[in-house]
Nanobody, 122 residues
Framework: VQLQASGGGLVQAGDSLKLSCAAS????????LGWFRQIPGKEREFVAA????????YYADSVKGRFTISKDNAKNSVNLQMNSLKPEDTAVYYC????????????????WGQGTQVTVSS
């Protein structure tokens, strides 16, 4: 599985941004697509995830109520709508995929996209 992330950029605090991640093939119904983020010197942090078959969604407490993850079956892709962005959301965002259904831990994901930079200025 190859993942292609897009949509990062430079925005101001309070603005919105949408990230997209396209998979090279159709994900298995048991699989999970997730978003993580990382800043230099820190571990990769879970942001959000969605189960491909059930559409159940999961969020980190820090983004709950501001970010929404969704999937597009026709495009084999997932989107991350980010609203009310804060400077602390600044990071490189990665999409990731695992076929066995794990959610929270980066090490459970086998496939990763290339990362897209999100910068939120105050």
């Amino acid at each position: 599985v190859q993942l292609q992330a897009s949509g990062g950029g430079l925005v101001q605090a309070g603005d919105s941004l949408k990230l997209s991640c396209a998979a090279s093939g159709r994900p298995f119904s048991s699989s999970v697509l997730g978003w993580f983020r990382q800043i230099p010197g820190k571990e990769r942090e879970f942001v959000a995830a969605i189960r491909w078959g059930s559409r159940n969604t999961y969020y980190a407490d820090s983004v709950k109520g501001r970010f929404t993850i969704s999937k597009d079956n026709a495009k084999n892709s997932v989107n991350l709508q980010m609203n009310s962005l804060k400077p602390e959301d600044t990071a490189v965002y990665y999409c990731a995929y695992n076929w066995h259904g794990s959610i929270w831990q980066a090490l459970e994901y086998s496939y990763w996209g290339q990362g897209t930079q999100v910068t939120v200025s105050s």
